[in-house]
């Protein structure tokens, strides 16, 4: 069975300043996808990134990148010039390609950006 | 204007009684999916459905039903056989078929239900 691990249950950071958020996951397959979704106190779930498990070059959108270790099973988010609205909560999803759709989800971070 | 629609945003309802909760897409999506947040927990996976008229269980679909009559409507039926259904239930829609670099799941607003 596939799990995700997310260790960190809440984080904060200095509004413009850089936090990494941290996930590991355990699976023995080869073929999958991971996913950082963000949710604000709104708490509508948005995609923040996605990464192909076969691509060796990380994912970056716009502040947003990873690290993504595939023998080490881990996945971070890299927050660069962080800003008031990217307070809420982070979840890091696995999904095998063949599970039909099936995300799997850690428990999530907090993160608070402060002024 | 795409999107998934939930409804209602807040239901209440007293023990022993049947709820069913909206969803609806306009996105074309073929795939929908039900989740469930408890407070602390991430997401967990009730039901699916990839094309109309067929839907498969996830984790958790215990005390639950769903229906898949119309690609852009999945709603999700809460019996009284779930013994603690107080939770927030999220809706998510995917192009679905081949799963392919593009599938990614865009979920709606939510619906909290909390039984009295």
């Known amino acids: 069975a596939q799990t995700v691990t997310q260790s960190q249950p809440e984080m904060s950071v200095q509004e413009a300043e850089t936090v990494t958020l941290s996930c590991t996951y355990d699976?023995?397959?080869?073929?999958?996808?991971l996913f950082w979704y963000k949710q604000p106190p709104s708490r509508q779930m948005i995609l923040v990134i996605r990464?192909?498990?076969?691509?060796?070059q990380n994912a970056t959108e716009n502040r947003f990148s990873v690290n993504f270790q595939k023998a080490a099973k881990s996945f971070s988010l890299k927050i660069s010039d962080s800003q008031l609205g990217d307070t809420a909560m982070y979840f890091c999803a696995f999904m095998w390609v063949g599970s039909q759709g099936n995300l799997i989800f850690g428990k999530g971070t907090k993160l608070s950006v402060k002024p | 204007d795409g999107g998934i629609t939930q409804s209602p945003k807040y239901l209440f309802r007293k023990e022993g009684q049947n709820v069913t909760l909206s969803c609806e897409q306009n996105l074309n999506h073929d795939a929908m999916y039900w989740y469930r947040q408890d407070p602390g927990q991430g997401l967990r996976l009730i039901y699916y459905s990839q094309i109309v008229n067929d839907f498969q269980k996830g984790d958790i679909a215990e005390g639950y039903s769903v229906s898949r009559e119309k690609k852009e409507s999945f709603p999700l039926t809460v019996t009284s056989a779930q013994k603690n259904p107080t939770a927030f239930y999220l809706c998510?829609?995917?192009?679905?078929?081949?799963?392919?670099?593009?599938?990614?799941?865009?979920f709606g607003p939510g619906t909290r239900l909390t039984v009295l």
């Open positions: 998510a829609s995917s192009m679905g078929r081949e799963f392919s670099a593009t599938d990614t799941q865009y």
């Open positions: 699976t023995s397959e080869n073929n999958y996808y």
């Open positions: 990464q192909e498990a076969y691509k060796q």
